[in-house]
């Protein structure tokens, strides 16, 4: 018996499996428990037109046994088995598939529905063991051949014994280190736990001796029964994955139990969706929109990404790429038989098919959510203050370029109820001679209402959004219009709105505004007359491109930017209190100036900006009493 070597290259893609490819150590078991898989539905197929064969589709199985004392983990199916020069050619060369081989040959027909495309998944099993032994029987062949390595420094293959068809992969798992603990992959109820995880779904049961504590026969019904050991064989896998079921045939229950368990989730989802596609790409997917948020959902732990399967294999836990972020908050699985795998399972190549599955499922979400909001609005008003920020961040990120598709879910408070209100609702209310789609931003939706800038707009019998988070201002920047119509804050100076005569205003407004102006000095960029006040005496407007909430945003973001909106001081020149002021100019200007800061921390507090000194400004009011 001659010991045969890796090809070069083999050499150093084993060393790169074992020490860097996979994340998780883990994964062994899937990949061989898949390969198992392959080799069942290789012969599966051939036994459709081959009655030799001599099983059926219930006979084909996959067994796991564990010996911890031996510290040897087998893996034994009874598919197509391999000989000796498959044993050299799949298993003397690294990526060298024969499944994807007999994929090749068997394209022509629909049926054939195979995992394995590339043959490094084998090779993770050294990742675990120090001696892998491949004892293998090809059906239609006499011999039977045991393939024999520890890893990179060769394998050998001899002439064995073997009965049945099929073959046993036994792993002689590693001894213990200080930072790695190889003996978990011994232990039964871990197995189970990796079955569940990445193999659930593999269409052939995974058999394995557990054992467990019964209640021994005969005692259940005594004050005091007895509990025995037992070792069955039992089937770990379900095989059958809830969203190949057809819908009609699962329960909504059993939905949300998926949803609960998948996921550890507690909430009730919003809305579940189901998809079958066939065509270009192939797949399905079942999707959950959330009705709460999870805890971590807003900080860096949260993983966006739904979990992704090749024909019932777990490839990805979390796959960003079919998620776009303002869809982050989606959870579930799709599954394909069409993606295509680089060197291991679990990175996928950013190809052609993954885009065009993540496309559709983008849209299949945005439908699902505009479906939502028309048949159950309180649902998706629920959904809405979970994952409005969300929502609007989609809008302002990337540019811009997925507006259109998220600005049909936007709902804002409003002046026209207390109720949420969507832009298009908006817009059907406005009148003829309405040119703009009113909003203002603030804290709250109480204290923007008070805002002197909206009683004007407000008096016109238009509508004012009211915007409370600090995103909102971006968003509504972002979208420019709906329907044609823009959107105007109620601070600008041009609101569309002929002021009404409200009376004689102060005389030489001129020298008043330049006084107020040089009593304030650079705290100001301008005082102006107001265009806008009503019955208020002051308010507080920023000029340029940054607004009084964006100021906020940005310094709580970061403070030491100091970031600060030009500040327009706006004097109601009807009102009593400023001609008050005026009055006092040139007789007690003290007196005057004490007015205009006055009018000045007035206007900073209706803002919601913070005034320089609050100790002085009470003094001041104080002085004045």
Known sequence: ???????????????????????????????????????????????????????????????????????????????????????????????????????????????????????????????????????????????????????????????????????????????????????????????????????????????????????????????????????????????????????????????????????????????????????????????????????????????????????????????????PDHFRFVRGVVDSQDFSLNISREVLQHDHQLKTIATALEKKIKNELSSLLKKDRETYESFYNEFARQLKYGIVSDYGMHKDNLKDLLMFNSSNSDKLTTLSEYVDRMTEEQKYIYFATGESVTGISKLPQAEQVLSKGFEILYCTQDIDEFTLQSLMSYKDKQFRNIDSDDLGIEPEDNGDEVENSDEVLKFVRDTLGDRVSEVVASKKLVSHPVCMTAKGGVSFEMEKYFNAMQPEAGMKAQRCLELNMNHDAVKAMAELIGEDDDKARKYAEIFYNQALLIAGLQIENPSDYADLVCSLM
Request: charged share 30%; glycine share 4%.
């Open 1 to 323: 018996m001659s010991k045969k070597q890796f090809k070069s290259e083999s050499k150093r893609l084993l060393d790169l499996m074992i020490n860097s490819i996979y994340t998780h150590k883990e994964i062994f078991l899937r990949e061989l428990i898949s390969n198992a898989s392959d080799a069942i539905d290789k012969l599966c197929f051939i036994s459709l037109t081959d009655d030799k064969v001599g099983l059926s589709r219930s006979d084909f199985k996959i067994n796991i046994a564990s010996d911890r004392d031996s510290r040897i983990l087998t893996i034994e199916d009874n598919g197509i088995g391999m000989d000796k020069d498959d044993l050299d050619k799949n298993l003397g060369t690294i990526a060298s598939s024969g499944s994807y081989r007999f994929k090749q040959e068997m394209e022509k027909n629909d049926d054939v529905d195979i995992i394995g495309q590339f043959g490094v998944g084998f090779y993770s099993a050294f990742m675990v063991a120090d001696k892998v032994e491949v004892l293998t029987k090809k059906y239609g062949a006499d011999s039977a051949y045991k393939w024999t390595s520890t890893g990179a420094d060769g394998y050998t293959v001899v002439e064995a014994e073997k009965d049945s068809v099929g073959t046993i992969v036994t792993l002689h798992i590693k001894e213990d280190t200080e930072n790695e603990h190889y003996s978990e992959f011994l232990e039964q109820y871990r197995i189970s736990e990796l079955i569940k995880k990445y193999s659930d779904y593999i269409r052939y049961p995974i058999i394995m001796d557990m054992t467990r504590s019964k209640v021994k026969e005969g005692t259940e019904n005594s004050e005091k029964p007895e509990y025995e050991t037992v070792t069955e064989a039992e089937t770990l896998n379900s095989m059958v994955p809830i969203w190949q079921r057809p819908r009609k045939d699962v329960s909504d229950e059993e939905y949300e139990k998926f949803y609960h368990e998948k996921f550890s989730a507690f909430d009730k989802p919003a809305k579940i969706i189901t998809t079958s596609v066939e065509g270009v790409v192939t797949y399905k997917a079942l999707l959950y929109i959330p009705s709460k948020a999870p805890f971590d959902y807003y900080t860096k732990e949260f993983k966006k990404g739904l979990q992704l399967y090749s024909s019932g294999v777990l490839i990805m836990d979390n796959c960003e790429e079919l998620l």
